[in-house]
């Protein structure tokens, strides 16, 4: 039998292709190099185990993954490796994420020996390299991830994901249990190793100050579907979908830790049993009797922004 998150997996399979992802009905989202692509919605609605699947950690079932173009279940030996050490994940949480018996000189070491980026003589100068890399001092190597801080235990877990030499960084919320300044640091050294490294990032989160702040592009998901996507300014500041103008609206722009769903009508649905048509038809304050019989599309519905929405075959409503 699956867990959940696996047959969130399996519902998300369907529609995933890429590097990146089918979001629906043949429209590909597609992380180009030296992005950054912000993953938005309510908890629940699949972002995170999108993200895992992006990450390689949960298999597509029906979709692909691609790296390069290559479906990384076709891949076999050194290319599949590559594609693997190529994307990494930091975690949310990276207390639960970094084994406590490790000292932080194996935690960041193991994989670059396992998979022969370095010498065993040789990984104790590399871990401190990395370690300097992301701001902790290598003279804490020997000491364990409870000897840190939450901001230093996060500084570990980015080390641990570069010390493989990732292109693209899955981030799941990698900052959302850090106090708001320390947030802001992890953030700032993001966006330091992103222009020093020219990584690539998806940034899954439900914060969308935090989204704002540093995404190129953001995809807004609703119960396994990407409803919107948009380069991040156009996106804030005219949401296409009912679904991210309700999210938008919710954003206390002062406050932006302190942001609930409440306004949002009704609780989310399970995503393994969706409404039928459009699935934000029972709390969408725009919904019309074709919303809960027909699927909406994913349209281009101005260069570069998608949108699935019945209101955008009826000009005269859109919003
Ligand atoms: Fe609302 Fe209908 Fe658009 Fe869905 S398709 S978001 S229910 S107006
Ligand atoms: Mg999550």
Do not use: W
């Amino acid at each position: 039998p699956l867990d959940t998150a696996q047959k969130i997996a399996r519902l998300l399979g369907s529609r995933l292709e890429a590097q990146v992802v089918r979001a629906v009905d043949g429209i590909d989202l597609e992380i180009a190099e030296g992005e950054v692509v912000g993953l938005v919605g309510e908890s629940g609605c699949g972002k995170s185990t999108l993200g895992r699947v992006v990450a390689g950690i949960y298999p597509p079932s029906e979709g692909t993954v691609r790296y390069k173009g290559a479906d990384t279940a076709t891949l076999h030996g050194r290319e599949r490796r590559a594609a693997e050490l190529a994307v990494q994940m930091v975690f949310q949480d990276p207390m639960a994420s970094l084994n406590p018996r490790l000292r932080v000189v194996d935690i960041i070491g193991e994989a670059p020996v396992v998979h022969g980026l370095v010498t065993r003589r040789d990984v104790d100068a590399y871990v401190c390299e990395v370690m300097t890399r992301v701001g902790l001092d290598p003279a804490t190597r020997k000491r364990y991830p409870h000897q840190f801080s939450g901001g230093q235990r996060a500084r570990i877990g980015i080390a641990r994901a570069l010390a493989v030499n990732p292109k693209v960084v899955v981030c799941d919320e990698s900052t959302a249990a850090l106090d708001v300044s320390i947030q802001a640091q992890v953030l700032n050294l993001f966006m330091k190793l992103r222009e020093e490294l020219g990584l690539t990032y998806l940034f899954v989160s439900h914060d969308l100050g935090v989204v704002e702040h540093i995404a190129d592009r953001v995809a807004v998901m609703y119960l396994g579907r990407i409803v919107e996507l948009a380069p991040a300014e156009e996106l804030f500041r005219k949401p296409n979908h009912p679904y991210t103008q309700a999210l938008l609206a919710e954003v206390p722009r002062l406050e932006p830790k302190k942001k609930t769903f409440s306004a949002l009508k009704g609780e989310l649905p399970s995503p393994l049993h969706p409404p039928s048509g459009c699935h934000f038809h029972p709390r969408c304050p725009f919904a019309m009797p074709r919303c809960k019989a027909e699927k909406p599309m994913l349209k281009e519905v101005a260069p570069g922004r998608f949108s699935t929405c019945h209101l955008n075959d009826e000009p005269a409503k859109a919003a």
